[in-house]
């Protein structure tokens, strides 16, 4: 069965620290990948997707993400965080081919940046 | 544009009751999704609707869980007989036509007591 494996459950990070969140999938066929967040009192939104070429997207807000498929892998980073940057982040894998079009989602990480 | 809705927003209910949820997804977006978002356990696939295809219902937690989805537009989930550990954020999202990407709505809180 199709997993998705988020590591860091929770993450504490000062005013422009780096950021680096891991994302574990299992499936050994093609993928999409995404990462979305949900802000504090706020609905789930796309932060960045891949679906093929460049393995490694930009998304909104200076995130960035890199699909190593050897790895299967798919980490989030960001350079400088920010305090609005708090937020719950959530890896999600939609198994091209597996003959459902339905995702998976990790656990999801919450983080919290200090200002 | 309009995003998608969900209603209501809070449900506080009884132990044993049945509740409904709804879900208006966004125009012309022909998949819909529900989820349940516990504390600590992410988001948990529940059922899927693409089209007029057979809904992929393999997340349901039980034959107490069902959904609907008239006219390929509003979805119902329906939990009936509900548990104190059917407590949790149920969530709506909706896709384009080929497009990968998931609509998110902003989530019905359903307590049991």
């Known amino acids: 069965a199709q997993s998705v494996s988020q590591h860091n459950h929770h993450v504490i990070l000062s005013e422009a620290a780096s950021l680096e969140l891991g994302c574990n999938y299992s499936?050994?066929?093609?993928?999409?990948l995404f990462w979305y967040v949900q802000y504090p009192g706020q609905h789930l939104q796309l932060l960045l997707k891949?679906?093929?070429?460049?393995?490694l997207v930009k998304g909104i807000k200076g995130f960035e993400a890199e699909f190593i498929k050897s790895k299967f892998s798919f980490n989030l980073r960001k350079p400088s965080v920010q305090w609005s940057d708090t937020a719950e982040y959530f890896c999600?894998?939609?198994?091209?081919?597996?003959?459902?079009?339905?995702?998976?989602f990790g656990t999801g990480t919450r983080l919290k940046v200090l200002a | 544009g309009a995003g998608v809705s969900q209603s209501p927003s809070n449900k506080v209910t009884e132990k044993g009751k049945d509740v409904e949820l709804r879900c208006d997804p966004i125009?012309?977006?022909?998949?819909l999704y529900w989820y349940r978002q516990s504390l600590g356990q992410g988001l948990e696939f529940l059922i899927y609707?693409?089209?007029?295809?057979?809904?992929?219902k393999s997340g349901l937690p039980s034959d107490r869980f069902s959904a609907e989805r008239t006219g390929g537009s509003v979805s119902t989930l329906t939990i009936q007989r509900t548990q104190q550990e059917d407590s949790a954020v149920y969530l709506c999202?909706?896709?384009?036509?080929?497009?990968?990407?998931?609509?998110f709505g902003p989530g019905t809180r359903l307590t049991v007591t």
């Open positions: 999202a909706s896709t384009p036509s080929g497009n990968y990407e998931q609509y």
């Open positions: 499936y050994g066929g093609t993928v999409n």
């Open positions: 891949y679906f093929s070429g460049d393995p």
């Open positions: 999600a894998v939609n198994a091209i081919g597996s003959g459902t079009y339905k995702y998976i």
């Open positions: 125009s012309g977006h022909t998949a």
């Open positions: 609707f693409q089209g007029n295809s057979a809904p992929d």
